[in-house]
């Protein structure tokens, strides 16, 4: 279901990786694609045995190797700062945030092919970059859109598991539902059971996972339309790429909100591993689970108030805001609104972060874009005043490591102020972009033969009497 739109010249491609040589220099296998090999699969097919050849080195070489200490807070604490996976479409740095294959969020926004020129970058380019650590070229994207869109296929009978549900029913709950209906098609769970080598475990899920990535948008937006919009499905536009599609399917034929769905979904399609969906995903695919069971379990996993929810109480908290101070609030007005939301046993949501330390580059990246789109929007003026007045106060708290605003701080002003105000929806484009992280990891994952994944537990009891034995030695 994807897509096609735009030229960019592949020499002024070129001309923009020459400016960001020294970073090229930098990652280990980040390279520009010169290729003229559009197929996505046959790229990985000649990539992959490098890649496992450097797995068996590191493993050989460096397999003792310690990477720090465990302590009982690590254990008890949801395993902060354990280094426990291996995880290659993405990176994340406490300090300067998140680099998919070594690439910061400007940096693909220069190198990624656009739609149009100086536009948003198109995730299909995100996707073959994942996948490969190239940057691609805009012939090779427009083969990726083209190859989704040929995936882009629906049984009716995905339809009809989503519609046995209550049209109350949470989003999530329809969306994953939805998905879990997909794997019946699934080329993994054919191929195992018929019998296949582990070595080509990767090829089949491949194909799950390109398929998978093509149709969660239909899914998706069919669970809006049918919940908001009278169940008035609006078709594929074959014209359109993937997040422009997504945006035109779900009832938005703005050019500025088809460019924020693509900025959406880059921004919001990896993390590295440790977040609640990206390990949910990896521990499920870790058991041979194919990739559409590994994904549904995954959104399972976003679906909750910790992680891919927040972003629908970002939006409800700052319209209760508006609700009680009115549009034009003083920053003294805000600065008790915060102190009351906290002193009430809440926290400001969108504020905070398990591993960043600093601002998010996913918020100051869709601030441009407000900054660009939608200046004098007040709901955008409230997000700016929070972004001035929340990190003090929760420096002076004490009891946060990081003050500063996160992605989800400014998604849901922008999708509001484009029309897509139903809060409650907003985890399922959340979902939608992840799909990408996700199954670009599993594919990966069969590719160099991740073991199943199965970490050791212990009991209160277990650490008491460590800790004595520690404490008498």
């Known amino acids: 279901m994807v897509f096609l739109k735009g030229v960019s010249a592949l020499s002024r491609l070129r001309s923009r990786v020459k400016q960001h040589s020294s970073l090229s220099n930098s990652v280990r296998w980040l390279q520009t694609q010169t290729s003229s090999d559009l197929d ?46 291996l995880w290659e479409t993405s990176l994340l740095d406490p300090d300067e945030g998140i680099r998919f294959r070594g690439l910061s969020i400007p940096e693909c926004q220069k190198l990624l092919p656009a739609a149009k020129p100086d536009g948003e970058p198109l995730p299909e380019g995100l996707l073959w970059l994942l ?30 598991a989503i519609d046995a549900l209550p049209v109350s029913a949470h989003p999530m709950t329809q969306f994953a539902s939805g998905v879990m209906a997909l794997q019946v098609q699934s080329e993994f769970q054919r191929a195992y059971e018929k019998g296949i080598s582990k070595t080509k475990y990767w090829e089949p ?112 908290w700052i319209k209760s805001v508006v609700d009680e101070c009115g549009e034009n609030i003083s920053k003294d007005q805000l600065k008790d609104y915060v102190w009351k939301t906290l002193n009430g046993g809440k926290v400001v949501p969108g504020f905070g972060h398990g591993v960043l330390r600093k601002t998010d580059p996913r918020y ?52 509001n102020y484009f029309g897509l105000t139903e809060a409650r929806y907003y985890t399922v484009l959340f979902g939608v972009s992840r799909s990408i992280g996700i199954c670009s990891q599993l594919i990966w994952d069969r590719a160099l033969g991740l073991p199943l994944e199965r970490p050791k537990s212990v009991t209160m009891d277990w650490l008491e009497n460590y800790c004595k034995k520690a404490k008498a030695a």
């Open 205 to 316: 899920t491949y194909e799950d996972a390109l398929s998978l990535i093509a149709r969660v948008p239909l899914v998706a937006s069919y669970v809006y339309r049918r919940i908001y919009k009278d169940g008035k499905f609006i078709p594929v536009d074959d014209s359109l790429d993937y997040g422009g599609n997504f945006s035109h399917m779900l009832g938005f034929s703005s050019p500025q909100m088809h460019e924020l769905m693509r900025l959406y979904v880059t921004i919001h399609s990896d993390h590295e591993g440790g977040n609640v969906s990206a390990h949910t995903g990896h521990l499920v695919g870790s058991a041979l689970s194919d990739p559409y069971l590994s994904f549904a379990a995954a959104l399972n996993g976003l679906a909750g108030p910790l992680h891919g929810l927040a972003n629908q109480e970002v939006l409800l």
């Open 364 to 415: 100051m990246c869709q601030r441009e874009f407000a900054l660009k789109h939608l200046p004098d929007d007040p709901l955008f003026k409230l997000v700016s005043q929070l972004y001035e007045v929340v990190p003090p106060i929760l420096t002076e708290l004490g009891k946060v490591k990081n003050p500063w605003p996160n992605v989800d701080a400014h998604s849901g002003v922008l999708l």
């Open 131 to 160: 996948l490969t650590g190239k940057v691609p070229s805009k012939a090779q994207v427009d083969a990726l859109s083209q190859e989704l869109r040929d995936r882009a296929v629906v049984p009716d009978y995905v339809f009809k």
């Open 40 to 85: 996505l699969h046959s790229q990985l097919k000649e990539l992959i045995p490098e890649q496992q050849e450097r797995l068996k080195k590191i493993r050989a070489e460096h397999g003792k190797v310690q990477l720090g200490n465990i302590t009982v807070d690590m254990v008890i604490g949801g395993m902060r700062g354990m280094t426990g996976l």
